[in-house]
């Protein structure tokens, strides 16, 4: 007896699952298998040809020096393994890295490096054709193997030393495996799909989104499976039941798992995995960055965006007249990966990479789209009793149709071969020419020194390994460690600093600190930027980033400012000669004239900068602020709503200048507006919440100025700023209990810095807990022994505690550190004064009176 269907989604006129259509006409037809092989054939021939163009003709990223380093030929197959695991962030599995070690005990160059990723892309294409035609149907499988021949999203991680591609493939087999599992309850295919399942796991923790979809259609397929057995549709008992075949093959996987799941645990508890949450700038739920997803997974922006659009919106139509099934197969296969990566907070931004093996399946849902045209258009001429040409219109369609899609890709593709992703070649090659035996080469973390050395840096006569002052973002204990660092050395060049260097210029607190350094501004090496803010956030700007190489010069002596800009001039000139149009010399310039020279100087450098690249924000900003010095506001409001508009920043951004312009202007309650939209576009931006605190604050909103604060330690606990502004605000609110209690939040996350001992000291003072305040104002000079202020406060405990002599050494001790402020000398003698040494307290009343006549 014929088994009825097994799903309850099919509609009731079943189609043919394996075999392709009987069809009249051509010899050329779908059905023969011949063609089908041979257009395979040219497909993967076309698509060889795509991904191995430039496979090694620009420099690695940060990863994949990473990858470099992980499998260099020299290390064991061992440390190949533990590499991955012991990465301090998130545990990468070691699949894809023992295959690519194997293939380089051939030959170490780049090329190698990343063939393996090649090979992985080529069987994408077969195996998208494969799992089409398991879905769909042999021509939806051409045509879909066809659109992942061409797509630049597809060769994109083709030609990458990174796991994508290879994941892409186990997933795209997975899938073809678990569909045929479920409607055949074959044994051969739950073994496959047990396989590449495990292989995928074992290749990237993401292939766990795929494996989450495949575990929620298995449930909806198994209880529509229940409904028709109870309605007599399905007879079949609970011991053929495909919903425990698949039950017994997720425990096979997850013991074959138990080896990785110490790493994962560890991983998925970091700040980078569930522990943290690292808030975008980007609103994943606007209409923007669900566009930018499919231009990534289509063919780019304009036209391309509106055909693959509206391939899609047909192919999904087509599924629900005729394949309900594939249709909630495929909707949850491409829209569930990104409910959960968006939905579960994490400490690391979400990239689209991520879940590419959305990729096949969002291709071959086109592919029915183009499809049914091309049956609609035929039938259509059909209906017109025009047969001869009715039998041909289907493949010709489908011809024009892959021909219009391959001329759309020709822009996405250029453009990606255009890209120069992280220059660390040039920046290696250009510290090779500069440092000089003697200097020190400064790196954030030990991993970025190690990228360097892959380039044959030569480091025989320079330290490199010391860990950068700057590691994570510049505050000022991070920058305190580098006379440290530097001090034993002739010159310091940063590689690859905060890119907040711009705190560390003339008048700033971080120069005021360092006054003995003179900080040029970066060297820099770069990368491609894009047009697109939503493309940047989805690619990740990490991969295609510039590389930064700044000067720190310790000195004897403060050089002139024509010095500094002549010596930062002549470095900026040698790069530029060595890397014609490799770097960003006169962004760099622009702002060595901005910061030594003259704004009108720095003007013209930032807008040669703009002419050279019109898509980098930098050059931007900074001639906001030459024209913001100059007092030339309407220029930097205009010059703001011209980036909003080409789209080079978000709204929210766009808000956010705007207030910071009205805030230094002064028109307070107008910041307030601004800030206040920036944070409605973006509420998860720790900065927009501050800068609309700070604004409140100043407008006298006080209780408003405490929410914002209060959700930035929600979103922030670490946020230590937050903290010590909610302690200010309850100190002028007379609630000093509460100011207590922030103040030593404050303390708890910075015990280091001398700062928050000492308002809580002062605190604790005005409350009269006197005692309490002793111990803190004893650590923050203890911590700051040469700050004034610090012994002011201690010497003013002392005296409420009638320890006069001890009141008169820390008010001596103050004053001697700070010569020139007359209020310590106020202190001193009113100490005296007390104490009785009438002649000592005239003679620091007179010197009071030096410095502030007709006090």
């Known amino acids: 007896m014929k088994r009825p269907s097994d799903s309850r989604f099919e509609p009731k006129t079943r189609r043919r699952e394996s075999k392709a259509p009987t069809r009249k006409g051509p010899s050329w037809a779908f059905g023969q298998t011949w063609l089908v092989w041979g257009l395979l054939i040219l497909f993967l021939l076309l698509g060889a040809a795509l991904r191995l163009h430039q496979l090694d003709g620009k420099s690695l990223w940060y990863d994949e020096l990473g990858t470099a380093l992980y499998t260099a030929p020299d290390n064991s197959l061992l440390q190949v393994v533990q590499g991955p695991l012991e990465v301090p962030a998130i545990p990468a599995p070691p699949l894809y890295f023992v295959t690519t070690h194997l293939l380089r005990q051939v030959s170490e160059n780049e ?37 992942m021949t061409i797509s630049t999203f597809g060769i994109r991680y083709s030609q990458e030393a990174r796991y994508y591609a290879l994941l892409v493939l186990l997933a795209t087999l997975s899938l073809y495996f678990f569909y045929l599992g479920l409607r055949r309850n074959d044994v051969r295919f739950w073994v496959g799909f047990v396989i590449s399942s495990t292989l995928a796991v074992y290749t990237h923790l993401f292939a766990f989104l795929f494996l989450a979809v495949e575990a929620v259609f298995a449930v909806m397929h198994f209880a529509a499976r229940r409904l028709r057995s109870r309605d007599g549709e399905v007879d079949t008992g609970w011991k053929e039941e495909p919903f425990f075949s698949f039950l017994l093959c997720a425990l096979v996987m997850a013991l074959l798992y138990l080896p990785m799941v110490p790493f994962t645990v560890s991983g998925l508890l970091s700040c980078r995995g569930l522990g943290g949450h690292i808030p975008t700038t ?29 391939a899609l919106g047909l192919g999904l139509y087509f599924l629900a007249r005729r394949l309900r099934e594939q249709l909630v197969l495929a909707v949850l296969w491409i829209t569930l990966p990104f409910l959960v990566v968006f939905l579960v907070p994490a400490g690391h931004n979400f990239r689209l990479r991520y879940v590419i093996f959305v990729l096949p399946v969002f291709l071959l849902v086109v592919s029915a789209g183009l499809t049914r045209l091309a049956e609609a258009i035929s039938l259509w001429l059909k209906r017109l009793q025009r047969e001869e ?70 480091a025989s006569d320079v330290e490199y390994l010391a860990p950068c ?40 607190p971080l120069a005021e600190e360092l006054e003995n350094y003179v900080f040029l501004p970066p060297i820099i090496f770069k990368g491609h930027t894009r047009s697109s803010a939503v493309e940047t956030d989805l690619l990740a700007p990490f991969m295609t980033s510039d590389v930064r190489i700044s000067p720190a010069l310790p000195l004897d002596s403060q050089p002139t400012d024509e010095q500094i800009v002549g010596l930062g001039s002549l470095l900026t000139s040698r790069a530029r000669e060595l890397y014609p149009g490799g770097t960003r010399a006169e962004f760099t310039l622009g702002e060595l004239t901005r910061f030594y020279g003259s704004h009108d100087e720095a003007i013209i450098h930032y807008k040669a900068a703009i002419e050279d690249d019109p898509h980098f924000l930098g050059p931007y900003e900074g ?67 501050w800068r609309l605190g700070d604004a409140y604050r100043a407008a006298g909103r006080l209780d408003d100025a405490l929410a914002q604060y209060g959700e930035i330690i929600r979103l922030d606990p670490a946020h230590v700023g937050a903290y010590s502004r ?21 303390v708890q996350l910075r015990p280091d810095d001398p700062l928050y001992h000492a308002m809580l000291a002062d605190t604790y003072r005005h409350q009269g807990l006197l005692d ?9 000079v203890r911590l700051g022994q040469d700050e004034a202020l610090f012994r002011v406060l201690l010497g003013e405990i002392y005296q409420a505690l009638d320890r006069l002599p001890e009141a008169i050494r820390e008010f001596e001790e103050a004053v001697r550190l700070a010569p020139t402020l007359a209020p310590y000398y106020l202190k001193l003698a009113d100490a005296y004064r007390l104490a009785g040494r009438e002649e000592e307290a005239i003679a620091a009343y007179e010197r009071m009176l030096e410095l502030s006549p007709g006090n």
């Open 389 to 458: 040409i009715a039998a041909v219109v289907t493949p010709t369609t489908l011809t024009i149709a892959c021909l219009a899609f391959s001329v759309l890709s020709l822009g996405p593709l250029q453009r990606y071969w255009d890209e120069e992703k992280q220059p660390w070649d040039k920046a290696a090659s250009f510290l090779q020419g500069v440092v000089s035996p003697g200097d020190v080469v400064i790196t954030p973390v030990e991993a970025h020194a190690q990228r360097l050395l892959y380039y044959d840096y030569d």
């Open 111 to 147: 090329f190698l490096l990343r063939l393996p990723s090649v090979f992985y892309g080529l069987l994408v294409i077969a195996a998208t054709y494969t799992l089409g035609k398991a879905l769909l149907a042999p021509r939806e499988g051409l045509v879909g193997a066809f659109l």
């Open 282 to 310: 980007i609103d994943k739920t606007s209409l923007s960055y669900l566009a930018g997803i499919v231009e990534l997974l289509g063919a780019g922006p304009g036209l391309a965006f509106l055909c693959y659009l509206a």
């Open 623 to 689: 001639l906001a602020l030459a024209y913001l010095t100059r007092g030339e506001i309407a220029e930097a409001v205009k010059l703001y709503g011209e980036l909003s508009e080409t789209g080079l920043i978000d709204e929210s951004y766009y808000h956010f200048l705007l207030g910071s312009v009205h805030a230094v202007e002064g028109n307070v309650e107008v910041a307030v507006g601004e800030f206040a939209l920036a944070v409605s576009l973006d509420p998860d931006d720790v900065d927009y919440r």
């Open 726 to 746: 909610r302690a200010s605000i309850y100190r002028a609110q007379g609630r000093l209990p509460e100011a207590v209690v922030e103040y030593q939040a404050a």
């Open 772 to 780: 309490q305040a002793l111990t803190e104002a004893r650590e923050a």
């Open 469 to 508: 002052p700057c590691p994570v973002s510049v505050s000022l204990e991070h920058w305190q460690r580098l006379p440290g660092l530097a001090s034993p050395y002739d010159q310091a060049w940063l590689l690859d600093p905060s890119p907040n260097y711009r705190y560390l210029r003339p008048g700033q």
